[in-house]
């Protein structure tokens, strides 16, 4: 049982705490809320402690170090009645989840663990993997799967290798990449890159075979054991985390920016919102956009800005590149045309960083693996296709500028970086080491590097542009699946598991690595840090449990 208690007067010592919403650091009185972790008599290191305030949309998370013992700064807890929820795979919490904070005093709550009775349930994407029988190969079709729902979802089901092929497949083919089960929309066309007839179906029975072995469709429990991974340790736990509900379960934060004033930016993936979060408060903001191809899948997917601070972004299946201006809140719009608006245009990326170099704005389209150029000052656009007339699968996943506005882009179904010249137009390719490494998002730094994510290959990935070579750092644990790759002001690559609900920290000049477990399951794409805050701060959507994600490493 938690054994509650309060310690009255100012607390003898001082801890070094965080003033909420600045990242400073400053002198702090005793915590708000301490206490220690056990299971039995053993201490527990790595175990992540939330509390969430009564009607209060913010939830602050610590972490338990190698005594067991965890704490929460003065400036985090205000007073008021909080409910606490612990993470550590294999436990949950015993006894009562209910504490009193109050203010000048430090709360007390020493927490007692048991076993779980339903480990299953507290599996992450990368943990079924682990566990799972199978090669790597079968395991890797279902990388597939998590942009939409947790692996829980087919392990736990009952189809038969026919209801797979059948039923199942082709019905998750039909949706698009923003469906949930709480939101699932359909496609009006294929892409025009992807797998068709017998190829497609050797694909959908290789997928359907492999799942109704192991799902519970011939035996009532799985037929192999459940894995998980370790708890966090070391500097992993010298972290603090704040997690920000939306008011919709709906709304899918895929891309999570920080403005200049701290003020914190979302595209909603599968609504037609852009989102405004104040962190001090929690208050959320919505511009609805409107749209420009009723009828057609909704929401919005990458988010960045200009030198100028507006927000642009591509409107997906509304096959509309788009601006926002947050000064006087007005967006503008440019909408394909013609032949190239077809009814699989889905406009992703929309890359400005470099537009004050010659007005031009970067952009993609997976409807048929195309880039665009948008001219901010005539209107027109330009159009590339790499891959008419190769064989495929291809598709376009993102496109990055250098310095000079050139282009980056990366060739998701296959191992490529590609080059687009801004001048002459020139297309040139680069082969990724690594085979089928599946290269997704990325962010170019200051000394013209492209850093991403190599999805199927559990790494980090560079590319100096200058020299034309690359490097590669692994990310553990396996499956971790990198979605994106940014660098902060420290010369650190940071990226985001939407499997592993990890956070990892590399440092590529001595490889080491810190990975931060996050409070929940956090389906994490887009990747940003906040270079204005000391040390640096980490922000992404969970796209999946409509929350934003602070990460703030203690050191």
């Known amino acids: 049982m938690p054994r509650l208690s309060m310690v009255t007067g100012i607390a003898c010592f001082v801890v070094a705490a965080w003033l909420a919403g600045t990242g400073q650091l400053a002198a702090q009185a005793g915590p708000a809320l301490a206490g220690k972790v056990s299971a039995g008599q053993e201490p527990l290191e790595g175990v992540l402690v939330s509390a969430k305030k009564s009607g209060s949309t913010i939830t602050v998370t610590v972490v338990s170090d190698k005594d067991g013992r965890y704490s929460f700064p003065a400036a985090r807890l205000e007073p008021g009645q909080y409910s606490l929820r612990i993470r550590a795979a294999g436990y949950d919490l015993d006894g009562s989840d209910q504490v009193s904070v109050a203010a000048d005093k430090t709360a007390t709550a020493d927490l007692a663990l048991r076993k779980t009775e339903d480990i299953a349930s507290q599996l992450t994407n990368a943990e079924w993997l682990a566990s799972m029988p199978g090669t790597d190969a079968q395991k890797g079709q279902l990388l597939n799967c998590v942009g939409c729902h947790t692996l829980a979802r087919p392990l736990n089901s009952k189809h038969s290798a026919n209801d797979f092929l059948t039923m199942v497949l082709p019905r998750m083919q039909s949706y698009v990449n923003q469906s949930i089960p709480a939101h699932p929309q359909l496609r009006r066309a294929e892409r025009l890159m992807e797998e068709r007839g017998d190829q497609r179906v050797r694909v959908y029975r290789a997928a359907a075979e492999y799942l109704a072995s192991i799902n519970l469709s011939a035996q009532p429990k799985w037929n192999f054991e459940l894995k998980t991974l370790p708890r966090p340790s070391g500097a992993a736990t010298r972290v603090i985390y704040?997690?920000?509900?939306?008011?919709?379960?709906?709304?899918?934060?895929?891309?999570?920016?920080?403005?200049?004033?701290?003020?914190?930016?979302?595209?909603?993936?599968?609504?037609?919102?852009?989102?405004?979060?104040?962190?001090?408060?929690?208050?959320?903001?919505?511009?609805?956009?409107?749209?420009?191809?009723?009828?057609?899948?909704?929401?919005?997917?990458?988010?960045?800005?200009?030198?100028?601070?507006n927000l642009w972004f591509g409107n997906m299946y509304q096959a509309t590149i788009a601006k926002f201006d947050p000064k006087t809140e007005a967006f503008r719009f440019w909408p394909l045309e013609g032949e190239e608006n077809i009814d699989a245009a889905q406009i992703n990326m929309v890359s400005p960083q470099s537009s004050g170099v010659d007005g031009k704005v970067w952009a993609q389209n997976n409807g048929f693996a195309g880039v665009h150029r948008l001219d901010t000052a005539t209107g027109k656009i330009e159009t590339w296709a790499p891959f008419k007339g190769v064989p495929g699968p291809h598709n376009i996943y993102d496109v990055v500028p250098d310095s000079k506005n050139n282009v980056y882009f990366t060739d998701f179904r296959q191992r490529h970086i590609g080059r687009i010249d801004a001048k002459s137009g020139e297309v040139k390719l680069y082969e990724i080491p690594t085979p089928d490494s599946a290269p997704r998002r990325g962010s170019m730094d200051a000394q013209d590097r492209l850093w991403f994510g190599e999805y199927r290959a559990d790494r980090i990935g560079?590319?100096?542009?200058?020299?034309?070579?690359?490097?590669?750092?692994?990310?553990?644990?396996?499956?971790?699946?990198?979605?994106?790759?940014?660098?902060?002001?420290?010369?650190?690559?940071?990226?985001?598991?939407?499997?592993?609900?990890?956070?990892?920290?590399?440092?590529?000049?001595?490889?080491?690595?810190?990975?931060?477990?996050?409070?929940?399951?956090?389906?994490?794409?887009?990747?940003?840090?906040?270079?204005?805050?000391?040390?640096?701060t980490f922000w992404a959507g969970n796209n999946h449990g409509a929350a934003i994600v602070k990460v703030e490493p203690l050191e």
């Open 462 to 536: 560079m590319f100096d542009t200058r020299t034309e070579q690359f490097r590669e750092w692994p990310v553990a644990p396996k499956w971790s699946a990198p979605y994106d790759v940014t660098t902060d002001r420290n010369g650190e690559a940071w990226t985001g598991s939407m499997l592993s609900d990890r956070v990892t920290r590399l440092n590529p000049t001595t490889g080491e690595v810190v990975n931060y477990l996050l409070p929940r399951s956090t389906n994490i794409r887009r990747v940003f840090v906040d270079n204005s805050t000391t040390p640096v």
């Open 242 to 309: 704040t997690e920000y509900d939306l008011p919709r379960e709906t709304i899918e934060p895929h891309d999570v920016i920080v403005d200049a004033g701290g003020t914190v930016w979302y595209s909603s993936f599968g609504e037609q919102n852009l989102g405004r979060l104040d962190p001090k408060t929690g208050k959320v903001t919505e511009f609805a956009i409107p749209e420009h191809k009723p009828g057609f899948p909704t929401g919005l997917l990458g988010l960045r800005s200009d030198q100028e601070g």
